[in-house]
């Protein structure tokens, strides 16, 4: 039966053109399967029950049964779904299918089957499932499931039923008391998510959830008709109120905190609070952020979010004894980030150390110092290391490739990937080497199955998966540099830095070539239209328009001219450059107002998340292929320099995109 499983997927590989050329992807059951495809976008469970017959047999035979049955899974009996669970026994559609059962039992409240069929299911990547569990757990065993309830809670913005029903029946239970929940209500109205906060409210005091609407909409008058707040639920909503207000005035949240609810409300109250107002003047970048940090008496009161937010305050102050306290306060989990090791290490240098802080400190970033990352690598820098290419692991065996060639579920991923179906094929995969089993693919399994992907010119799921492995490195893998012709080029023409251009794109589009954004950006470089018609007539390319940007030449080109326009702009500075291809030049003319900072704290207070991101990986990408590119030791610190305000005799670009 394996055997031939396995004969049948090669042959339609070959088919399909991953073993031959994409112009010969296209048979009868791959045009009845993007039909279902259509189908299935549509809710369509006529047509698809009248194609899928069409299907057997064929590769994605799961992929078109399981929107088949997930169209039909609110009416579809027990009997039904099983057999298909049965028939599908091992794949990811099995798993796929039995996720979104689970979710419709648990909203059934249908505890008796959730808890037959959870154990079989594989993924546990689904958190509403992973409620529903727990509070069956809490309810079959009285296992004290908390700390895990709550965590899984905290971290959704958007309430959904499975852990707001754990949540209800945990505080029932007592096993979660009223800080729990009206901390769950603060975390939502700061991330302004009022039916969160009022769904958190609900559960603890019922008759006062009504308010947190009105608290929403308008903070200053919610409060400006109260003087005083006597019981806990009118305390915990001025609370609320503080929060929504300091989204948008951080100065009068703090005034009314000091000059009229600071003393009415409890010290862990306070310590939240002041915390919340920091953390808002510190996106905001205000230089008093961290005087607001400094009247938390108690880190221990305040959540991950609000300790790595004190710590960025706290960096760009130099305040390092700061940036001790908050980092000792993180849990476990955020303590162990590559980041806030790293700072703490640097707080530990900066303060006189003692010898044994010195020791602690070098430990630390020995714990993390690697190539891998943009913290990785300052460490290494940190230890007097330079950055280069580690050595490759062994070759991979004969065996070894043709495990991941035959895997029925990389197959299927590049089978579906090569029809069109990226998203599904991207699934597919990613439970193949991620979820199938506990723990995902071992290094060596990792390293084969990038290799079939780079080998396929699947870049993204080559980088990804190799990027998965821990104790070996493919540094090549890793930073694969497709069309290297073209883009050395085209970046030596202009005067750029091909290590430069690669870290990006590596970031913007992991090299699939027809990518988009869901803002519109297009290609390898995610060029937004409006900035490639502005760059193409800054550039004289003659006769563009707008369906040549997915072009490969075309695209490289107009990214490459775009970027260089930016690094010249900010003064050859690749953080702000960098940030500016992200999120615009006018944001980050911004953000570098203030003192002059080392680029890496200038990046780690960058207040949009993605861009935050963003840059950090693009430069570590940077410094990666500058070592392949060079084969010379790099430094990530010197592309980073420091940040400051703009030199007044320097001009500024002002019609730059």
Known sequence: MKLTLILTLLAGLVTTGLFSPPALAQNKGDEVLLEMHRAYGKNDAKRLSALLPQMRGHVLEPLAAYWDMRVRLDTASDTEIRHFLNTYAGSYYEDRLRNDWLQ???????WATFTAEYPRYRM??????????????????????????KRIWYSLREADDGCTYVAEHLHSGRQINALDIWRKARIAMDANRPRTAQAAVDIEAPRASEQVNKIHA???GYLAKRILAITRNQKELAVLALIRLAASQPEQAALL???QWGRQLSAEERNWTWAVIGKQAAQKLQDNA??????????????????????RAALRQGQWQQVLSATQAMSAATRSDPAWIYWRARALLALEPTESQRHEAQTLLTQIASVRGFYEQLALEELGQTIGTPERPSPLTPSEKTAALTHPGLQRALYAIALGLRAEGNREWNYSTNLHTPGGMNDRELLAAADLACQRQVWDRCINTSERTKEVFDHEQRFPMPLRELVVRRAGDIR?????????IRQESRFIMDARSHVGASGLMQVMPATAK????????AGFTPQQINERETNVTIGTAYLKLVLDDFEGSMPMATAAYNAGPSRPRNWRKGPVLEAAIWAENIPFSETRDYVKKVLANTTNYAAILTRQPQSLKARLGQIGPRNNMASVNNDLP
């Not at 546990?124 to 309830?149: F, G, H, P, Q, S």
């Not at 502005?534 to 390319?541: D, F, R, S």
């Open 496 to 504: 750029l830095d091909p290590a430069y251009v690669y870290g990006l």
């Open 218 to 220: 308008d903070p200053s």
């Open 290 to 311: 961290s005087s607001y940090f400094a009247k938390v008496q108690k880190d221990s009161d305040l959540n991950d979010d609000l300790l790595i937010w004190k710590v």
């Open 104 to 110: 419709q039992l648990g909203k059934r409240r249908n």
């Open 257 to 259: 905190l000091e000059q």
């Open 124 to 149: 546990r990547d689904d958190r509403e499932v992973r409620c529903y569990a727990l509070a069956t757990e809490a309810m079959n065993t009285k296992a004290d499931v908390a700390e895990e309830a």
């Open 534 to 541: 502005w760059t193409a007539q800054k550039i004289g390319l």
